[in-house]
Structure formats: C-alpha cells, structure tokens
C-alpha cells in the first residue's frame, strides 16, 4: 500500500507536467530534468523501505513548510495504532554528522522521534538539486502548502538556480502565480512572515494586500512591523491586524502631509545583492543603478518596457 501511494503521487504529477505546453507553442512536455526525476522516484518506490534510526537523519536546509510539529499529535496517533504507512526519502550525506539527509518526510520522522522508534525510508543517492526536486514533485502531489509557504520555497529553488519555468513545472503554478509568490516572499519582510506563520487559513488576496502596503512610502521599519503582530492568534488574526494598522497610517499620511509633518521618504530598496535599486512613490517607479559599469541596465529596461507591460497584461 505504501509504494502504490508514492507510485499514484508521481503518476498523477507525471500527468500534469506530460500534458504542459513547451514555450515555443509544442507539446513539448516536462523538462528533462523532471521527467528522469519522476523516473527515479518510482524506481525508489519499488524498492523496499528500510528501518532508519532517526538520530542518523539531518534535516534539509530547505525546507518547504515552516513547522513540521504543527499538528503532528494525529500523526503520531496514528503511527503508533497503525504503523507508518508511506516511507520518508532519504539521501546519503557527505562528511561527518548524521549518515542521510531528509529529502522528503520531515513529519514522518518528527512522529518517529516522538514515538522513539525508527522510521521506515527509502535511500537514495542525490545531489542537492535533485533532492530539491523530487522534494517538491512529491509534495505537491501529496501536500497543500500554504499560500505563504509556497511563497518562501519558490525563492529558495530560484536561489538554488533553477529557473522560472523549471519551478513553474514543479510546483504545478502557472508563471503569473509564481511572479506573485516570489514577488510577496522578497517585499514582505521575513520576520514578518515567520511571525505571522505558515497561516493555512490565509489566502493571496491577503499577502498581496500587505505586500503593497509595504511596497508605500512611510511604510514602518521591519522592527516596528513585527511589533504590530499579535503575539497569539491564527495567521488570518495576524495578517488581518497589521494590514488594519498600516492601512490607517496609509490613510492618515495626506493629513500629516497637509500640517508638514509627512514622515521621511523610504530609501530605496535593493534588489538582492546587485547594484540596482528602486523606489515606488504613486505611481512613479524610480530605478537607481550605483555602479557605473551596470548602466546598460537601464537601457535594457526602457528597451524592453512594451514586453514587460505585454507580460503583466497576460498575467492579469
């Protein structure tokens, strides 16, 4: 029973991404990479699982859900009535520590290690990025991740370097979602994010909404964000409070403005590591580039504004 859940997972994934269009129009199909990924999560599953004690397991540094104790009593209860029911993945780790590394699993594991019994898994020799992957194929097929933590994992894969369109086919999203994920997890800041949790019962509309308002200026500093968050409270309490609290100082800046006392305009925020900034005031967008040698960029940009306004009318 448990290779049949793991095989139906990748068939139906496998189902999805056969049936997606290639950029040039074709049938083209998964990319490679993801097809001889799918292969090789079903051979794993037609092997036998093996009994791991968990104390030789490391977990990944990306990890695709915030807090795998959510809600882990049921699971438990349910390992210990019934047995573990569909094997964790684990791949072989190099130099010293724990033997494996997690690739996917992580609540099967935790369960175990609450129980103090070893957790049935299949073992698998990956590099990172196919673990990425096959972590990602079997969680969609089986996972409903949160809006948010969607948000933060597609950043990870495209820090790991894999393209738009390769995490498009991974996680099943269309290209004008994923801009959205990837847009709400770099402009809300993190400590944000973190307070308001995985927040299941949060949808876009919400994250978008906070997003914006932290895209205005006189938005307040990361720190006194965080302090606008209720310590206790469901993530939709959170966000609906802090997006209550910077919609009134929203509101509030014409007055300010009127008697001169608008606050300080924001800096201008950069993007990752590069030389290039922006600034969003009304709505004027100003790009700011502080290396000379990276001025082409510019150019670039004014060459290629009717693509990029074609794009986000096609997102729309």
């Not at 990890?63 to 209860?77: G, K, M, Q, Y």
């Not at 010293?96 to 992580?106: I, L, N, Q, S, T």
Request: aromatic content about 6%; glycine content about 8%.
């Amino acid at each position: 029973m448990k290779r049949d859940l793991l095989s139906r997972s990748l068939a139906q994934m496998g189902s999805k991404t056969a049936a997606t269009p290639g950029p040039s129009g074709t049938d083209e199909g998964a990319p490679r990479a993801l097809k001889s990924m799918s292969d090789v999560l079903a051979q794993v599953s037609s092997q036998s699982a093996q009994d791991v004690n968990v104390n030789d397991i490391a977990d990944s540094d990306i990890a695709d859900r915030f807090d795998v104790s959510v809600e882990l009593d049921a699971l438990v209860e349910s390992i210990q009535t019934s047995g573990q029911q569909l094997p964790a993945l684990l791949r072989y780790r190099r130099g010293a520590g724990p033997r494996y590394e997690v690739v996917y699993g992580r609540r099967r594991i935790a369960a175990c290690r609450r129980l103090g019994i070893q957790v049935k898994a299949f073992i698998k020799e990956m590099d990172p990025r196919e673990a990425l992957v096959s972590q990602a194929l079997e969680n969609s097929a089986r996972l409903e991740r949160s809006f948010i933590e969607q948000a933060i994992f597609s950043v990870k894969l495209e820090d790991q370097g894999f393209t738009r369109a390769e995490i498009c086919d991974v996680l099943a999203v269309d290209k004008g979602t994923l801009s959205k994920l990837i847009g709400v997890a770099k402009d809300v800041p993190e400590d944000v994010i973190y307070g308001i949790g995985a927040a299941h019962d949060v949808g876009r509309r919400q994250w978008l909404e906070l997003r914006r308002l932290f895209g205005l200026e006189g938005r307040p500093t990361d720190e006194d964000a965080v302090a606008l968050l209720p310590t206790v409270g469901s993530g939709a309490e959170k966000i609906a409070t802090i997006i209550k609290d910077m919609q009134a100082t929203e509101h509030a800046v014409p007055a300010r403005a009127a008697k001169s006392m608008a606050a300080p305009p924001a800096p201008p925020r950069k993007i990752g590591d590069t030389p290039v900034a922006y600034m969003v005031k009304g709505h004027r967008l100003t790009i700011e580039i502080s290396d000379k040698k990276e001025h082409g960029f510019i150019g670039f940009v004014e060459d290629n504004l009717e693509k990029l306004y074609s794009a986000w009318k096609d997102e729309k």
